[in-house]
């Protein structure tokens, strides 16, 4: 079996090293395409592989045109739409995500982001604490348990809200459930973004919903560009000169939320969540680990697409 590492943003060498001790000690090949250019790089790469682990490269119908052999496709890290799903269980292809590897790099960057946002960027001017403010969770999965348990140690009140996830869960965490999305953002100064990019979800945080929010309310997105309705977003900040919105993933509209509104917009240069030593090497690991698992055991435990 032969295991490309396909990423234009390279893991760190020690979660490079640790995915070849893995995949070596199956008795299987390693194979390294770092820092690619050009897409024919990746097409050429992938030829005669079994098995692909990927961050944020894209794997589409031409992609897994390109490998003839591929049979999995892991990606390092939760979220998994920069691959066609449909087009690789088309290609008969499972593609994997490695969940809760990151979680908690992207928590501890939604707080650094909360608590810059409320010291009012660091401007030499009185901000606000943490402590006793209403933190809205949307979306309670890996992250969003991360985000609660930090929460705790700031002395918040943790809302949350999410459709599939039993009310017991979050309750036992000591997170009080809300019945509605519209309920979540009424009640919470500060709501922190952890839903998926679907069709249900892109431009769902809309002007509607973000104005439902109390006065001085933050929006931290550490989610995905797409969930957000910029427009609407953009148009809520010039009526309510009180938000502010701080990011993970830069806007399609960077330069306008910048210019607009300094003081009370902020993104990260590039998608910086998972971006801590031990996240990559976590995520790096566990997807060779995966790969592993799939070949010896057919496990297909964190499968994200159709069979």
Do not use: W
Not at 1 to 7: D, G, P, S
Not at 95 to 115: I, R, Y
Not at 172 to 196: F, M, N, R, W
Request: hydrophobic content about 40%.
């Amino acid at each position: 079996m032969k295991v490309l590492i396909a990423t234009e943003k390279p893991f760190a060498k020690v979660a490079v090293d640790g995915i070849r001790q893995e995949v070596e000690a199956a008795g299987y090949e390693l194979a390294l395409l770092e820092k690619y250019t050009d897409k024919e790089q990746l097409l050429d790469a992938v030829e005669n592989v079994d098995a692909i682990i990927i961050r944020s490269d894209i794997i589409d119908e031409q992609v897994l045109d390109a490998a003839k052999e591929l049979k999995i496709v892991v990606r390092a890290g939760a979220g998994y739409d920069n691959v066609d799903l449909e087009a690789a269980t088309a290609h008969q292809v499972c593609v994997m995500n490695t969940p809760g590897q990151n979680s908690n790099a992207v928590a501890e960057l939604a707080f650094g982001m909360m608590v810059m946002a409320v010291r009012n960027f660091y401007d030499g001017k009185a901000g606000t604490e943490l402590k006793g403010k209403k933190l809205g969770i949307h979306a309670y999965g890996n992250v969003g348990r991360n985000v609660a348990r930090i929460a705790k140690g700031f002395g918040m009140e943790i809302y949350a809200y999410d459709a599939y996830c039993p009310k017991d869960v979050m309750e036992k965490d000591g997170v009080i459930p809300l019945d509605s999305v519209q309920a979540l953002y009424e009640t919470c100064q500060i709501v922190s973004l952890h839903i998926p990019a679907t069709p249900e979800t892109k431009n769902s945080i809309d002007y509607d919903l973000v104005n439902r929010m109390p006065k001085s309310g933050v929006l931290v997105n550490t989610a995905r560009k797409e969930v957000i309705n910029e427009v609407d977003l953009l148009r809520l900040m010039h009526d309510r000169p009180d938000l502010k919105y701080v990011t993970d993933i830069m806007p399609v509209h960077h330069e306008e939320f910048a210019s607009h509104y300094p003081g009370r917009y902020f993104s990260t240069p590039k998608k910086m969540g998972a971006q801590t030593a031990e996240a990559n090497i976590n995520a790096g690991i566990a997807a060779a680990r995966q790969i592993v698992d799939f070949f010896q055991n057919g496990c297909e435990k964190f499968r994200v697409n159709k069979k």
